[in-house]
């Protein structure tokens, strides 16, 4: 299984990204996984943001990311979206794609939950 981001940099607050997470080992048009975004920035613990199953396109956001993020996938292309709007400085850190098949559907971000993660990319949101 590999993961690999794409998409980071700098925006300016209020401004807008998408991160993109390249999926292999799974297929998201046959195979029933979770994948998600977690961020950590420095000297904070890694935080949960996204998460959607392959199969039913449930999705759950962290409190922090509810409104403000929308995940989503192209399963033609085994890729999964993080869309980001209205970033605040705090949004910056480094985003992590991961991907598991957790028993409850969704793993709600749970990091234990989630065997796979890419090497992570910076976004960082300039005030």
């Known amino acids: 299984v590999q993961l690999v981001e794409s998409g980071g940099g700098l925006v300016q607050a209020g401004g807008s990204l998408r991160l993109s997470c390249a999926v292999s080992?799974?297929?998201?048009?046959?195979?029933?996984?979770?994948i998600g975004w977690f961020r950590q920035a420095p000297g904070k613990e890694r935080e949960g943001v996204s998460c959607?199953?392959?199969?039913?396109?449930?999705?759950y956001y962290s409190p922090s990311a509810l409104g403000r993020f929308t995940i989503f996938s192209d399963d033609a292309a085994n890729t999964v979206y993080l869309q980001g709007s209205r970033l605040k400085p705090e949004d910056t850190a480094v985003y992590y794609c991961?991907?598991?098949?957790?028993?409850?559907?969704?793993?709600?971000?749970?990091?234990?939950?989630?065997?796979?993660w890419g090497r992570g990319i910076q976004v960082t949101v300039a005030s």
């Open positions: 080992g799974f297929s998201l048009e046959s195979d029933t996984v979770v």
């Open positions: 959607i199953n392959s199969r039913d396109h449930n999705t």
């Open positions: 991961v991907a598991g098949t957790p028993e409850d559907g969704l793993g709600y971000l749970r990091v234990y939950e989630y065997d796979y």
